[in-house]
């Protein structure tokens, strides 16, 4: 395609912007000039919806107000506070930015692209955003929204993630992004995008820059920009150990950076489906005694799993390298995934009750 006139690049930025002052949500975060707030928002926003961010945003932010607090707060805490968000791997990139920012900027928000970007979890997205939104500098961004809204108004024909319509976007992105409201211009596209442009019954009367937009005119607003091929889920299951110790239970740390890395779970074990879940937990650990029946099974569906958790109490196990035993209150400061913090609500129901101390004679 070829790049867009002065013109058709002055029409949108006046509509869009204007459209964007006139009805813009009122989010905590657009309130704020502090880097630090914008760029937390911004990570949490990708892959989560605006409404589930907004108490976690307001919660984070009040336990780590600044980037200092973040930088010195064990990573459990940093976990812990994202709890239920998903995607973990954005809290451990922020408290290892934080962190860099600290020990390599003094503690300040560097403000160029090139430093930005040298930053642990910094993308080209998020490079953009916190440079356009909170710093002014003309950087171009393009995530779900903004793709869709760009890929319809010039016909960008592809699917959601195949690289040559990508570049196609972020070079329309880059040629369209000004010196003059670079992060308001960048918001826009993204608000159109979440509440007009919709991936599914888009409110094309609504938009404002409708009379610009050539897959409207084209009639192919249903078909731009085609689906992302479904990535095929597989099925997942973990066999779960409840050491007891009293009223705690035992607790070890995932390794890694992969799926759970770093976050805290009951011992548990990969079993291939159809194999014997009791029989694989005897068998990483022989001479413990694993109980019968299940205490309790969970399920969740994530992006590329079905995943299954079964849960079976076992005695007999000393304390795993790194393990430790703890409380219901203490496990609730430590970074769990949210299907292993359903397992341990069952496990704490569950917990065998005091008995009663014999009142002396």
């Not at 709890?83 to 403000?111: E, K, S, W």
């Amino acid at each position: 395609m070829s790049a867009p006139t002065t013109e058709l690049r002055a029409r949108l930025h006046r509509q869009l912007l204007g459209w964007f002052d006139r009805g813009k949500r009122d989010l905590p975060w657009r309130r704020s000039r502090d880097p630090y707030a914008i760029w937390v928002s911004e990570v949490m926003l990708q892959q989560t919806q605006v409404s589930v961010v907004l108490p976690y945003w307001e919660a984070f932010l009040r336990r780590f107000p600044d980037l200092r607090a973040l930088a010195d707060a064990p990573l459990d805490a940093v976990l812990a506070a994202w709890r239920g968000l998903g995607y973990y791997a954005r809290a451990r990139n922020l408290h290892r930015a934080a962190q860099a920012i600290v020990r390599d900027h003094g503690g300040r928000f560097p403000r160029t692209v090139e430093a930005l970007a040298a930053l642990p979890g910094f993308g080209r997205y998020t490079v953009g955003a916190v440079a356009s939104i909170a710093f002014g500098l003309p950087v171009p961004v393009v995530d779900g929204n903004v793709a869709r809204v760009l890929a319809r108004l010039f016909a960008l024909e592809g699917a959601a993630g195949d690289p040559v319509r990508e570049k196609a976007l972020w070079r329309v992105a880059e040629t369209l992004v000004a010196d003059e409201r670079p992060g308001d211009w960048n918001q826009a596209l993204m608000e159109l995008g979440a509440t007009v442009c919709r991936p599914e019954s888009p409110s094309c009367l609504l938009c404002p820059v409708r009379e610009e937009c050539r897959a409207l005119a084209l009639g192919a607003v249903e078909r731009i920009p085609a689906p992302r091929p479904r990535a095929v889920r597989r099925a997942m299951q973990l066999a779960v150990a409840v050491v007891r110790r009293g009223e705690s239970v035992l607790l070890v740390r995932r390794e890694g950076t992969g799926l759970f890395g770093g976050l805290w779970e009951l011992p548990a074990l990969e079993v291939a489906e159809g194999d014997d879940l009791r029989a694989a937990l005897g068998a990483a650990w022989p001479g413990a005694r694993v109980a019968a029946e299940p205490l309790a099974s969970v399920e969740r569906t994530l992006t590329h799993r079905d995943l299954r958790l079964t849960a079976f109490e076992v005695a007999g196990l000393r304390v795993l390298p790194g393990g430790r035993f703890v409380s219901s209150r203490q496990a609730e400061s430590l970074g769990v995934s949210a299907a292993m913090q359903a397992v341990l609500e069952h496990v704490f129901a569950g917990a065998p009750q005091r008995r009663p101390r014999r009142p002396p004679r």
